[in-house]
C-alpha cells in the first residue's frame, strides 16, 4: 500500500511540473508525459516497494503487529480521501471510473507475469527475464504516447461523444490506422519506425553490460525485432480503434485507455518473447550463460 501510495503523489507532483514546463517550451505535453510518468513510476514504485518491504521485514521478526497496523492505519484513512476526492470537480470522476480500468489492467499484465514466470523458471529460457522489461517498456510507452495524442485531437474537436468532423472511428481499417494522410496516422507512422532503433540502443546496452544468458546473434536479433514490431504493430491499431470507441461511448479516453494499453502491452510484449525464445530454442539457436 505504501510503495502504491506515495509513488502516486509524487509522480503527480513531477507531472505537473512537466506538462506545464512543456508548454511553456513549445513542446506537446502528450509527447513527454506519459513516458515519463510511466518511467518514473516504474522507478520509484521499485524502490519504495524493496526498501519499505526490507524494513518491515526487519521489524516483522520482532514486532509481529507491524503489518496489520500498516494496513490499518491506511484502511482508516481511506474514507478521508475519498471525501476529498468527492469535494475536488476535477478528481470527482477519476473517483466513479478511473478505478476499474487500473484493476482489469492489473489482471491482464498478471498473465503476461504468469507467462514469464513459466519460462524463467526453465533454465533453457533464462534469457528471457532481461529482455522482457525492455519489451514491454518500449511496448507501453509508444502506445501511451500515441493514445494520449489521439484522445488529445479527439478533446479539441469537443466533448466525449459528440459528432463532428473528427467523428469516431469505431472500426479503423489498418490502413486507416497506418497509412492514412491525417495526423494520428502519421505519427504512428513515425512511432512504428521508432521500435528498431530503439531496442538496438538497449540491446546493444545489454550485450555490453553482459547482461542476461542469451549471445545476441543475427537470428536471435531478427527474431526480437520481429516480436517488438509486432507488439508495437497491434498496440498502435488497438490504440487507434479503443480511444476512439472510448470516444463513441461518451467516456473520456484520457482516464480508460492508458492503463489498459500497457497492460496488454505487457501481455503481447512477453508473449511474443515467449514465442521467439521457443522458437529459436527448437531450431538450434542455444547457448550457456554468458552473463549474470
Known sequence: LASSCFPSHFVGLIMIGVIVGSRKMGINPDNVSTPIAASLGDLVTLALLSGISWGLYQEMEIKTYV?????????AV?????VITKRNEATREVLYSGWHPVVMAMGISSI?????DKMVTNPNFAG????TPVINGVGGNLVAVQASRISTYLHMSGMPGESSETAPRKCPSPCTTFFGSDVNSRSARVLLLL???????FLYT?????????????IFIV???MAALLQVLILLYVADWMVHWIWSRDLDPD??????????GDLFGTGLLAFSFYILWHIGDRDSDVGD
Do not use: K, R
Open 223 to 225: 527474431f526480437y525485432m
Open 128 to 131: 528471457m527475464a532481461v529482455f
Open 78 to 82: 481511506l474514507p478521508i480521501w475519498v
Open 195 to 201: 521500435v528498431v532503433p530503439g531496442h538496438l540502443i
Open 206 to 218: 545489454i550485450s555490453s553490460l553482459q547482461g542476461g544468458h542469451t549471445t545476441l546473434t543475427l
Open 255 to 264: 482516464n480508460y485507455c492508458i492503463p489498459y494499453l500497457t497492460a496488454l
Open 67 to 75: 503489518n496489520p497496523l500498516v494496513c490499518v492505519c491506511f484502511a
Open 112 to 116: 503476461g507475469g504468469l507467462i514469464l
